[in-house]
């Protein structure tokens, strides 16, 4: 027994910080559900009394939660593909290939994680300003199309692929490009799933950015919208935590689907050398 109880003792700590975790957002869903007001009694009821959609059906009928739901969807989606090509491309090449100045463009890379992200926000809208991109969805999702992480990511697991695999390619006459395509890709499964969320997060929860670059109204995503209305219905609890539920909704749901591979992903591309 004495034996076991390290044991309980890990496991009780780990169920209480599952519940520290997971109850707000329990506590966020039950609101959403309660009617008008409810939510601002006190002590505040956990369980909502007469659950209700009427906060979901005023987001999406008064509010136009819909259009900046699905703003979000292609401007996130769109991204996550794109991103995925360059990375996946650049990171390989970074892994795979050589050329001249590799080590040192990568190292040059490397270096640029450590300028934060709100130091190149200016240069880069006036870059945007200057190619004409401000106020559409490509200003958005340009800047997004690779990221430094990512190539290190990628690179890092790629560089577990056998050269001796990708060498007897070239032989059998297969080029750069279907190598990448037909041989390397489906190698790159969990890495693929990793980067998959964590590029489709960022993009899903970025604010700073289309409040920058989207001054019109029809184009904001959903972040931005609800913060707008927050502005609004600032006493409205019920109707804000019916939109939070929307933007975590999503991205949970993507988790959930590939969990695994992304697990997998992070340990193994951590690890290689």
């Given at each position: 027994?004495?034996?076991?109880?390290?044991?309980?003792?890990?496991?009780?700590?780990?169920?209480?910080?599952?519940?520290?975790?997971?109850?707000?957002?329990?506590?966020?869903?039950?609101?959403?559900?309660?009617?008008?007001?409810?939510?601002?009694?006190?002590?505040?009821?956990?369980?909502?009394?007469?659950?209700?959609?009427?906060?979901?059906?005023?987001?999406?009928?008064?509010?136009?939660?819909?259009?900046?739901?699905?703003?979000?969807?292609?401007?996130?989606?769109?991204?996550?593909?794109?991103?995925?090509?360059?990375?996946?491309?650049?990171?390989?090449?970074?892994?795979?290939?050589?050329?001249?100045?590799?080590?040192?463009?990568?190292?040059?890379?490397?270096?640029?994680?450590?300028?934060?992200?709100?130091?190149?926000?200016?240069?880069?809208?006036?870059?945007?300003?200057?190619?004409?991109?401000?106020?559409?969805?490509?200003?958005?999702?340009?800047?997004?199309?690779?990221?430094?992480?990512?190539?290190?990511?990628?690179?890092?697991?790629?560089?577990?692929?056998?050269?001796?695999?990708?060498?007897?390619a070239r032989i059998d006459g297969a080029g750069e490009v279907r190598i990448?395509?037909?041989?390397?890709?489906?190698?790159?499964?969990?890495?693929?799933?990793?980067?998959?969320?964590?590029?489709?997060?960022?993009?899903?929860?970025?604010?700073?950015?289309?409040?920058?670059?989207?001054?019109?109204?029809?184009?904001?995503?959903?972040?931005?919208?609800?913060?707008?209305?927050?502005?609004?219905?600032?006493?409205?609890?019920?109707?804000?935590?019916?939109?939070?539920?929307?933007?975590?909704?999503?991205?949970?749901?993507?988790?959930?689907?590939?969990?695994?591979?992304?697990?997998?992903g992070l340990m193994l591309g951590g690890v290689k050398g």
């Amino acid at each position: 027994m004495r034996a076991r109880l390290p044991a309980i003792g890990v496991n009780a700590a780990l169920a209480l910080l599952a519940v520290i975790a997971v109850g707000p957002l329990l506590w966020m869903l039950s609101v959403s559900f309660m009617q008008p007001g409810e939510a601002a009694a006190f002590p505040p009821p956990l369980l909502p009394a007469r659950p209700t959609l009427h906060n979901y059906v005023e987001l999406f009928t008064r509010n136009g939660v819909g259009r900046y739901l699905l703003n979000s969807l292609a401007l996130a989606g769109g991204t996550t593909l794109l991103s995925l090509l360059f990375n996946l491309a650049a990171g390989y090449a970074f892994a795979k290939l050589r050329f001249r100045g590799r080590d040192a463009l990568f190292r040059g890379l490397l270096a640029a994680l450590v300028i934060p992200a709100q130091v190149a926000m200016m240069p880069l809208f006036l870059l945007m300003k200057s190619l004409g991109l401000v106020n559409s969805y490509a200003g958005v999702v340009l800047p997004g199309l690779a990221s430094v992480f990512g190539i290190f990511l990628v690179r890092q697991y790629a560089r577990s692929i056998p050269d001796e695999l990708l060498e007897a390619a070239r032989i059998d006459g297969a080029g750069e490009v279907r190598i990448f395509f037909v041989i390397v890709l489906p190698l790159l499964k969990p890495v693929i799933a990793t980067l998959s969320i964590l590029t489709f997060l960022a993009s899903w929860n970025d604010f700073m950015w289309p409040l920058i670059v989207l001054s019109n109204q029809d184009y904001q995503t959903l972040p931005v919208a609800l913060a707008s209305l927050s502005r609004e219905h600032v006493m409205d609890n019920e109707l804000m935590m019916a939109g939070a539920v929307l933007t975590v909704v999503p991205v949970l749901a993507l988790f959930l689907a590939l969990q695994r591979h992304y697990l997998q992903g992070l340990m193994l591309g951590g690890v290689k050398g």
